[in-house]
Each structure stands twice: as C-alpha cells, then as structure tokens.
C-alpha cells in the first residue's frame, strides 16, 4: 500500500501521490477543520502507531470523489484480534467513520459509510464521498424547500395529500 513517494518520509491524511486530487484535498481540509485526527503514514512498514482518517480519490465514474478509512493501531481491518480487541476496534472505527460520514454531509458532500456484508457487529469499512455539483445542490435545496413547505401545511391542516416529489 505504500506508494513511491512515501518511502523516503511521511504523509499526513493520504498517499503523497493522492495530495493533488481535488476531492482528496478538499476532503483532508474538511476533516482537519472538524478537528479529525488525520492519520500519518510513514515508510515503516507494520507500523503499529499509525491512527486516523486515510483519504484517496475513488468512488464514483467521474473521478469527483474520494473514499475516507479509518487506521486503528497500523490497520484499516482487523487481523488476528481476539474478540473482545476486535469489539473495541470495531466500534470505535464505526463511530470514527460515522463521524466522518456526518462531517462530509453537513459540509454538502454526497457521503455514506459502506459495510461488510458478513460481520456482526456490523463493520463500518469507509465512507464514500463527494462533492456535489453546483446543479445538485440547487436541486437539493429546491427538494428541501418543496417538503418544508408541505410540512407547514399539514402542520397548519391545510393540505393531507402526498407529500411532493
């Protein structure tokens, strides 16, 4: 995992290769502000110190997007834990991602976590992001507006139909 241009220092919050990738940037921007502790990653390989968000561009055709892991002690999983470890790991990666998840939202970006299909406790493995055009935020904010106005209406009983599309 270990890019070309990490061998000879360290990266803070994604792969040098990946600084200059627009969502990447913005992303890495983002989460420093919110005060998320970006993970710094180092040519050492097994490197157990390693905590934080990992930022590289992904996620979507067009290329506008990025995907945020989480680093828990060296690792983005959670190799041979033993339960309880591997419990505490877990939630606390959740919580760290779903944090994320939120932070990506309310700044206008397009985010979900994404889970593995066969882990119970559900496991949280990143979080998809992008940011939205400026014609998809006018469309949200005209989606938003339409069903705040519904709302007002069936709260003042004036309208009990469907809601607007």
């Keep these: 995992m270990i890019g070309p241009a990490l061998r000879a220092g360290t990266s803070v919050g994604c792969l040098p290769e990946h600084a200059g990738h627009p969502a990447t940037r913005q992303a890495l921007a ?19 110190s390693m905590s934080g968000a990992l930022v590289w561009p992904g996620y979507d055709a067009e290329a506008r997007g990025c995907l945020v892991s989480w680093f828990i002690a060296g690792h983005m999983d959670e190799p041979e834990l033993d339960p309880e470890q591997r419990e505490q790991v877990r939630a606390a990666r959740n919580t760290a991602l779903q944090q994320i998840e939120e932070i990506l939202r309310a700044a206008g970006w397009d985010a979900y976590a994404t889970y593995a299909r066969r882990t119970l406790p559900p496991r949280a493995e990143r979080v998809a992001a992008r940011p939205l055009t400026e014609e998809e935020q006018q469309q949200r904010a005209e989606a938003l507006g339409a069903l705040a106005a519904f709302a007002l209406r069936i709260r003042a009983g004036e309208d009990d139909g469907p809601a607007p599309e």
């Design 30 to 48: 983002l989460l420093a502000v919110a005060g998320v502790e970006l993970v710094t990653l180092t040519a050492e390989a097994g490197d157990d």
